[in-house]
């Protein structure tokens, strides 16, 4: 049985979960609007500020499909409810960040800068402060799509293991190698 596809969504003030004919379930908060096409085999029921989904049959894929499209729904719910926030660390001497209009700009020790579109649904901003390393901060309602723009950032400098130069969320525990030792005469 499915621990997570069983458990309950309770929807919090001002959110409201509609389920079209084709299965398109569309969460509406404060923050937003989020949809999400539900495979055909899975019903949502939305009672009493209380979104549930239940599966037709004991079928690993309908148990594999019914802890996801929960999952799912909850994000959009508590995506739509308070929104994500993901915070990047840039480490290495002379690396930098900045973003205007919904555009990073990076230096991170490359021959030249890298200028990175972010979409319009999420808001960045970039944190510079005397003594600390460079912070880029990714905030929207679309936890998937924030998931995605931080890694595709994260990859531009992947972190290195043995100076630990490069980008990484803030809190990641990067393990570090020992580098070469010495020749003992």
Avoid: C
């Avoid at 499915?2 to 908060?29: F, Q, W």
């Avoid at 990484?168 to 003992?184: C, D, I, L, N, Q």
């Amino acid at each position: 049985m499915s621990r997570i596809g069983k458990k309950i969504i309770e929807l919090p003030a001002g959110v409201s979960v509609t389920v079209a004919d084709d299965n398109v379930v569309s969460v509406k908060g404060p923050k937003g609007t989020l949809t999400q096409t539900v495979d055909a085999d899975m019903t949502v029921e939305v009672e009493d500020n209380v979104v549930k989904v239940s599966r037709p049959s004991e079928q690993k894929r309908h148990k594999a499909m019914h802890g996801l499209y929960r999952s799912l729904i909850n994000n959009m719910v508590i995506g739509v409810s308070t929104g994500y926030k993901r915070e990047l660390e840039i480490i290495g001497v002379g690396y930098k960040a900045s973003a205007t209009n919904n555009i990073l700009e990076l230096n991170l020790g490359f021959s030249h800068n890298i200028f990175m579109a972010v979409p319009d649904e999420i808001k960045v901003a970039t944190v510079t402060e005397k003594g600390q390393n460079p912070k880029v901060i990714l905030e929207g309602i679309d936890k998937e799509l924030i998931g995605v723009v931080a890694a595709k950032i994260k990859s531009l400098r992947k972190v290195e293991p043995y100076k630990g130069k490069g980008i990484r969320f803030t809190g990641e525990v990067v393990r570090r190698k020992a580098g070469k030792s010495a020749s003992k005469k």
